[in-house]
């Protein structure tokens, strides 16, 4: 049962994501029919201010024994730290360890994995933050594709606004759909979005470690609506079949077909978000024979179908 919720807040806190928190279990709904959730902010010395990262400050009215006896313990984003401190991680594995779920939103999961709450176990953050984490916590078995990880009493979320996703997730699971409805409507946003990060993630253009490839590539980029095969490459690299799919996984660190198939959907991505064109024709323009084909190649990549990621990032035509 959902009955009370304590937030960790230690400096270099990020409002945005101690916001959303505040936002969905803080904020008295039991007028709309939601149950009484009581929400407590929690720092190491209750009344001492806190830095955040955009230049307020952050007054916890509780220590840490604020953490006693919370249904959920929830650390929102900050400053990610060499070292946190010990009585917080301890903290934290009190909580879980009497059975309470503990939730992160974006980088709070690097104070989960310090506390060792993350230790073969799936789950996620920002997709920003990937490397390090996996750097940091290498037996975490961390997914960067989705919004959220429900592990039972451990949840984590990623950048931002999968915050709110991981938060009503939890409402849901634990108070029922009709609650997290309520408090979705008066937020105004969606209950439950579908896909995962993958689609607002950077999809790095592969690059060429030595030179003989790169007049290709470059050519390549300037033809994606032309049909090619790895003989009519090879051909134009005038080297054999073989040697030059060696050579191209060599120097780019994948196949052709699949370094095609990503600057392809690259493509279509600036099309989806620059243009009105429809989507035979941007499979057209990308070199995709078919939609059916751009739609499996782009939800492969980049995790939603060109529809919904129209819906998300189009930029709206300038008036005038």
Same mark, same amino acid.
């Given at each position: ?195 995962? $990060? @993958?689609? %607002?993630?950077?999809?790095? #253009?592969? &690059? ?5 490839? !790169?007049? +290709? ?23 054999? $079949? @073989?040697? %030059?799919?060696?050579?191209? #996984?060599? &120097? ?5 077909? !699949?370094? +095609? ?26 070199? %995709? ?32």
């Amino acid at each position: 049962m959902l009955r009370s919720v304590a937030a960790v807040v230690l400096d270099g806190a990020a409002p945005f994501e101690l916001g959303v928190l505040c936002e969905v279990f803080g904020l008295d709904r039991t007028a709309d029919g939601v149950p009484p959730i009581e929400f407590r902010v929690c720092g190491q010395r209750p009344g001492e201010p806190l830095s955040t990262s955009v230049g307020m400050n952050i007054v916890p009215g509780h220590g840490l024994e604020g953490l006693d006896g919370a249904d959920v313990v929830a650390v929102p984003a900050g400053r990610i730290r060499d070292v946190y401190p010990a009585e917080v991680l301890a903290g934290l594995r009190d909580a879980a360890g009497r059975g309470a779920t503990v939730l992160s939103v974006c980088s709070g999961a690097f104070m989960l994995g310090a506390a060792g709450l993350l230790d073969d176990r799936p789950c996620t953050t920002h997709w920003y933050y990937a490397a390090e984490f996996r750097r940091r916590f290498p037996t975490a078995r961390l997914d960067p594709d989705v919004l959220y990880v429900d592990d039972g009493n451990v949840v984590t979320s990623a950048g931002t606004a999968a915050g709110i996703d991981a938060c009503l997730h939890l409402v849901r699971r634990e108070l029922g759909s009709a609650a997290a409805m309520k408090i979705a409507r008066r937020m105004v946003v969606p209950p439950q979005r579908d896909g995962g $990060q @993958r689609q %607002f993630i950077d999809l790095p #253009v592969p &690059e060429c470690s030595g030179d003989s490839l !790169q007049p +290709l590539l470059n050519w390549l980029q300037e033809s994606l609506d032309d049909e090619h095969t790895i003989a009519s490459l090879a051909g134009r690299a005038q080297m054999s $079949q @073989r040697t %030059f799919a060696r050579r191209f #996984v060599a &120097e780019t660190g994948t196949t052709p077909n !699949q370094w +095609l198939a990503t600057q392809r959907v690259l493509h279509a991505r600036r099309l989806l978000e620059d243009t009105e064109l429809g989507i035979d024709q941007i499979a057209r323009e990308c070199g %995709f024979s078919t939609a059916a084909l751009l739609r499996h190649h782009f939800r492969r990549i980049v995790g939603v179908t060109p529809r919904d990621y129209r819906r998300t990032f189009s930029r709206p035509a300038e008036v005038g």
